[in-house]
């Protein structure tokens, strides 16, 4: 059997704890009314730095997208160029290449022409001779003539 007393006592310790448990409650709940004011007043000074950030962001996203847009239109017109230069590099090469041809084809023919004209004058020279009668004979050296006779 368990003395009155000790109900009473249970009865009073439980009241106690009880409102305790609605004291804690209590500040909660004006902890969490303060924070909501202390966070409408953060708000309240914050919005305008928010506001300020989210059109600096805005900004910079227009001037990025715009340096894009014309480092593409830079890039095309570097592509376009080099295009452009390599098709007049080939157009060039090509007529390097008849030039040479006709170079090469006007240095055979003055050959050709030198050689007959060379031929020409030595039978011109040999026909001096024989007219003359095979006395001395001319030879070339050197940019002047000299004597050479026969032995």
Do not use: C, N
């Not at 305790?20 to 902890?31: F, I, K, N, P, Y």
């Not at 024989?130 to 050296?141: E, T």
């Amino acid at each position: 059997m368990v003395p009155t007393w000790v109900g009473v006592v249970m009865a009073i310790s439980l009241a106690i704890i009880a409102l305790a448990a609605l004291a804690v409650a209590a500040a909660t709940a004006s902890a969490a009314l303060g924070m909501r004011a202390s966070l409408r007043m953060l708000e309240g000074l914050a919005g305008p730095a928010l506001d300020d950030a989210r059109q600096l962001v805005s900004t910079i996203r227009a001037e990025v997208d715009g340096l894009a847009g014309t480092s593409r239109d830079l890039r095309a017109r570097v592509v376009k160029a080099a295009d452009a230069a390599e098709a007049r590099l080939a157009e060039l090469d090509a007529l390097v290449d008849v030039v040479q041809q006709e170079v090469e084809s006007a240095a055979l023919d003055i050959a050709a022409t030198l050689r007959t004209v060379r031929r020409g004058a030595s039978l011109l020279d040999l026909g001096r001779r024989v007219i003359s009668g095979g006395a001395g004979r001319k030879k070339r050296g050197r940019g002047r003539d000299r004597e050479e006779e026969d032995h």
